[in-house]
């Protein structure tokens, strides 16, 4: 039962210009979603998180979307850099959970052409 | 803040034998998960500690498994008796527990090869 799914494996964006990771979550019950960023042989990098009372959250190039009605969030980054290439996960916890667990989904490994 | 570091970084053994990977967390996080990540996947949820007590326990922590934190501080996470199934990157992820809502910060993991 794959709570958290990010369908697309793989994304490839020119330089420069936006790159848009979609991840969808069955779970009604999660509140609070993450993102992270993975380079090859090292641990998660958080980059942005968003709480289920708000529908956006920016820090600089990145911008995570919260559609609570679709269970959809979205990461952007725009504009994309070279330096962004690496695989993203997106990741939610539910507050009721005391665990706080972290629910990931499957990646998606991002290539920003030069 | 030096982050949350994990020794070894790569540990490859045979199959039968018992290996032992350590976390150090972030100075004053209260809380620490151990996360298993295998190839294409996410990673998941094995157990979490809140300072020295363990919580949770996942499915997936079978008795070959065992995991401490005896002072609060750093954890150590044991397999015994290794199969091949135990090939993966462990995780270590801590938190503070302050706020209602707060990130998990995870260390470089240690990748496990059992022969």
């Known amino acids: 039962d794959q709570q958290v799914k990010q369908n697309s494996p793989s994304l490839s964006v020119q330089e420069g210009r936006i790159s848009i990771l979609n991840c969808d979550y069955t779970?009604?019950?999660?509140?609070?979603f993450l993102w992270y960023k993975k380079y090859p042989a090292e641990g998660p990098t958080f980059l942005i998180s968003?709480?289920?009372?708000?529908d956006k959250n920016e820090d600089g190039r990145f911008t995570v979307f919260l559609n609570k009605s679709a269970k959809h969030l979205s990461l952007h980054i725009v504009p994309s850099q070279p330096g962004d290439s690496a695989v993203y996960f997106c990741?939610?916890?539910?507050?009721?959970?005391?665990?706080?667990?972290?629910?990931f989904g499957q990646g998606t490994r991002l290539t920003i052409n030069p | 803040d030096t982050g949350v570091s994990q020794n070894p970084r790569h540990k490859i053994t045979k199959r039968g034998q018992n290996v032992t990977f350590r976390c150090d967390p972030i100075?004053?996080?209260?809380?620490l998960y151990w996360y298993r990540q295998t190839l294409g996947q996410g990673p998941e949820f094995l157990t979490y500690f809140q300072n020295e007590a363990q919580l949770e326990k996942s499915r997936l922590l079978s008795d070959r498994f065992s995991a401490e934190r005896p002072k609060g501080s750093f954890s150590t996470l044991e397999i015994q008796r290794t199969e091949q199934g135990d090939s993966a990157m462990y995780l270590c992820?801590?938190?503070?527990?302050?706020?209602?809502?707060?990130?998990?910060?995870f260390g470089p993991g240690t990748r496990l090869l059992v022969l």
């Open positions: 100075s004053e996080h209260n809380r």
């Open positions: 968003i709480s289920s009372i708000k």
């Open positions: 990741a939610a916890s539910a507050l009721i959970q005391g665990a706080q667990k972290l629910v």
């Open positions: 779970n009604s019950m999660f509140d609070y």
């Open positions: 992820a801590s938190r503070r527990l302050a706020g209602a809502q707060e990130t998990q910060y």
